[in-house]
């Protein structure tokens, strides 16, 4: 493919820096860790690794409240740190984007300190801010993701500033041009460093109403994406604090700054009612960005999805207006991990489910994102209350336990206590005792294992066009437990068909055991 559009299909890799690999013995992952593991994504077969955020931070929401942009947190390392790993992975081949948060900032930032100081300051409209009601409570009915009210009251001001996550992470206007500015200002720095592009954290968050209208209730009884239980935040349709109209303005801005860079990449993420069909709106045509992905394929807790949900999601983008591309993940830092998530148990896994998942994920249209431990087939991590650290987990503890239990340390080897993380006596999370079979020095040794069976499909995959580029028509089946569909590049087709049960099933003549595969061309 054309050097410029190596993310199209290319084969990414999220790391969690925190949890990949310690070298600062101090039981929290850092830059030097990834560079010392470069040799391992790059034997794996990967084409490009996604970093979660390691700018400067109070870490109140672990390094997605940024208080300085263009400075790494000494937790991590420092600027030459990340140059060496970034000069490493470019040898080996490896681009690397790095996830940037443009919707809100961390109250620990200059800006927003300014911003609080009076109502008059060069950085008063800087950040969304709004009088109470003459009772004293908040301007409307926006609501947090983190819970209660998405206002806080400053004292100071005598006013309420918005938060769509935690009040330490107050939202940026970006009704204000001097913020966009700003903004691609952060980008510009950490492009003219080397970078290869971004992944946009809840982009669709950045633009409000400014009239700051009320949500509608939503009456259908819908629930949060992966919430299994009723959430104050799902009782609303989000059609005034997110996905504005307006918000295509920064996301045509953020697409022109990228193509002064030949090379690079977006990579948006988007929460939303409607997130697959707000995905390709964002991905629509050149002006707008390369990629976007929803969390439409990190649901349903407990069991496998239907052959039909994946048909659905991928068929509702195709059919939206533009020639967009999308881009997929089974598992992420922010949902229960796939291996366990579509088991069926709380905190198990088969590795039969992690191949087949493995193999579907990379198989799909659009381009793939392995988050980091899936290509081991981790579980998910049972966390104690006590060592529980996500805030999230806090408060809603114990009906849901966070996102703590998907980002527990990578296991390098099978020694217990820290395996291989770290050489510290304790990790920032526990390392689970179910892990520690699933090492990857364990795994290495198994021509069998989840990792094996991995590179080897990833190996197969750079050799077939049609599973990188190609087009895809799905195939009625009768069975929602067989996904069945065709990947079309020129004159190239190849035939995918998978066994999305723990039972066999009998599709076309053939039988297809349980998480069953059926590649062929």
Same mark, same amino acid.
């Given at each position: 493919?054309?050097?410029?559009?190596?993310?199209?299909?290319?084969?990414?890799?999220?790391?969690?820096p925190?949890?990949?690999?310690? #070298?600062?013995?101090?039981?929290?992952?850092?830059?030097?860790?990834?560079?010392?593991?470069?040799?391992? /994504?790059?034997?794996?077969?990967?084409?490009?690794?996604?970093?979660s955020?390691?700018?400067?931070?109070?870490?109140?929401?672990? !390094?997605?409240?940024?208080?300085?942009?263009?400075?790494?947190?000494?937790?991590?390392?420092?600027?030459?740190?990340? @140059?060496?790993?970034?000069?490493?992975?470019?040898k /080996?081949? /490896?681009?690397?984007?790095?996830?940037?948060?443009?919707?809100?900032?961390?109250?620990?930032?200059?800006?927003?300190?300014?911003s609080?100081?009076?109502?008059?300051?060069?950085?008063?409209?800087?950040?969304?801010?709004?009088?109470?009601?003459?009772? !004293?409570t908040?301007?409307?009915?926006?609501?947090?993701?983190? !819970?209660?009210?998405?206002?806080?009251?400053?004292?100071?001001?005598?006013?309420?500033?918005?938060?769509?996550?935690l009040?330490?992470?107050?939202?940026?206007?970006?009704?204000?041009?001097?913020?966009?500015?700003?903004?691609?200002?952060?980008?510009?720095?950490?492009?003219?460093?080397?970078?290869?592009?971004?992944r946009?954290?809840?982009?669709?968050?950045?633009?409000?109403?400014?009239?700051?209208?009320?949500?509608?209730p939503?009456?259908?009884?819908? /629930?949060?994406?992966?919430?299994?239980?009723?959430?104050?935040?799902?009782?609303?349709?989000?059609?005034?604090?997110?996905?504005?109209?307006?918000?295509?303005?920064?996301?045509?801005?953020?697409?022109?700054? &990228?193509?002064?860079?030949?090379?690079?990449?977006?990579?948006?993420?988007?929460?939303?009612?409607?997130?697959?069909?707000?995905?390709?709106?964002?991905?629509?045509?050149?002006?707008?960005?390369?990629?976007?992905?929803?969390f439409?394929?990190?649901?349903?807790? +407990?069991?496998?999805?239907?052959?039909?949900?994946?048909?659905?999601?991928?068929?509702?983008?195709?059919?939206?207006?533009?020639?967009?591309w999308?881009a997929w993940?089974?598992?992420?830092?922010?949902?229960?991990?796939?291996a366990?998530?579509?088991?069926?148990?709380?905190?198990?896994?088969?590795?039969?489910?992690?191949k087949?998942?493995?193999?579907?994920?990379?198989?799909?249209?659009?381009?793939?994102?392995?988050?980091?431990?899936?290509?081991?087939?981790?579980?998910?991590?049972?966390i104690?209350?006590?060592?529980?650290?996500?805030?999230? !987990?806090?408060?809603?503890?114990?009906?849901?336990?966070?996102?703590?239990?998907?980002?527990?340390?990578?296991?390098?080897?099978?020694?217990p206590?820290?395996?291989g993380?770290?050489?510290?006596?304790?990790?920032? &999370?526990?390392?689970p005792? $179910?892990?520690?079979?699933?090492?990857?020095?364990?795994?290495?040794?198994?021509?069998?294992?989840?990792?094996?069976?991995?590179?080897?499909?990833?190996?197969?995959?750079?050799?077939?066009?049609?599973?990188?580029?190609?087009?895809?028509?799905?195939?009625? $089946?009768?069975?929602?437990?067989? &996904?069945?569909?065709? @990947?079309?590049?020129?004159?190239?087709?190849?035939?995918?068909?998978?066994?999305?049960?723990?039972?066999?099933q #009998?599709?076309?003549?053939?039988?297809?055991p349980?998480? +069953?595969?059926l590649?062929?061309?």
């Amino acid at each position: 493919m054309p050097n410029n559009e190596w993310w199209r299909g290319g084969v990414f890799y999220q790391i969690y820096p925190r949890s990949f690999a310690d #070298t600062g013995k101090n039981g929290i992952g850092n830059l030097p860790g990834i560079t010392a593991k470069l040799e391992y /994504l790059a034997n794996l077969g990967v084409d490009a690794l996604w970093i979660s955020p390691f700018f400067k931070s109070p870490m109140k929401d672990y !390094g997605y409240d940024v208080s300085d942009y263009t400075d790494i947190d000494p937790l991590f390392g420092t600027r030459d740190d990340f @140059r060496t790993l970034l000069d490493k992975a470019h040898k /080996l081949d /490896l681009k690397i984007i790095v996830d940037i948060v443009l919707s809100h900032t961390s109250e620990e930032h200059p800006w927003f300190k300014e911003s609080c100081s009076s109502r008059d300051n060069a950085k008063a409209d800087w950040y969304v801010w709004a009088d109470p009601k003459p009772d !004293g409570t908040p301007p409307n009915n926006w609501l947090s993701i983190f !819970g209660g009210s998405a206002w806080q009251f400053n004292v100071f001001r005598g006013q309420y500033y918005l938060h769509n996550f935690l009040k330490e992470q107050p939202d940026l206007n970006y009704n204000n041009p001097a913020v966009i500015q700003a903004m691609l200002d952060q980008c510009r720095y950490w492009l003219n460093f080397g970078v290869d592009g971004f992944r946009l954290d809840v982009l669709n968050f950045c633009t409000h109403d400014a009239q700051l209208r009320d949500n509608p209730p939503r009456d259908d009884g819908g /629930l949060a994406s992966q919430l299994e239980f009723p959430d104050a935040y799902a009782m609303q349709w989000h059609t005034y604090d997110k996905s504005r109209p307006e918000n295509m303005t920064l996301v045509h801005k953020l697409r022109a700054l &990228l193509d002064e860079y030949p090379n690079t990449t977006a990579l948006a993420e988007i929460g939303d009612d409607n997130s697959v069909k707000l995905a390709a709106e964002y991905t629509a045509s050149p002006q707008e960005l390369h990629m976007a992905y929803s969390f439409a394929l990190m649901v349903n807790k +407990g069991k496998m999805p239907p052959a039909s949900l994946f048909r659905k999601t991928l068929e509702t983008q195709m059919a939206e207006p533009g020639d967009s591309w999308p881009a997929w993940a089974f598992s992420n830092h922010d949902v229960v991990r796939a291996a366990t998530r579509w088991s069926g148990t709380d905190y198990g896994h088969d590795p039969r489910l992690s191949k087949m998942l493995m193999a579907l994920l990379l198989s799909l249209r659009g381009t793939p994102f392995i988050y980091q431990g899936d290509e081991l087939g981790l579980p998910e991590a049972d966390i104690p209350f006590e060592d529980i650290l996500d805030p999230w !987990g806090k408060y809603l503890y114990p009906k849901w336990k966070g996102r703590d239990g998907c980002r527990t340390p990578m296991p390098w080897t099978d020694k217990p206590g820290q395996a291989g993380f770290t050489k510290a006596a304790k990790s920032w &999370l526990p390392v689970p005792a $179910t892990h520690l079979p699933l090492s990857v020095k364990t795994q290495e040794k198994d021509p069998k294992s989840v990792l094996n069976y991995t590179r080897a499909f990833i190996a197969q995959r750079r050799k077939n066009p049609a599973l990188i580029r190609g087009d895809i028509a799905f195939k009625d $089946t009768g069975n929602e437990s067989i &996904l069945s569909f065709t @990947r079309t590049w020129q004159t190239q087709t190849t035939s995918c068909v998978f066994n999305l049960s723990d039972q066999a099933q #009998t599709y076309q003549g053939e039988t297809l055991p349980p998480y +069953g595969v059926l590649i062929r061309d």
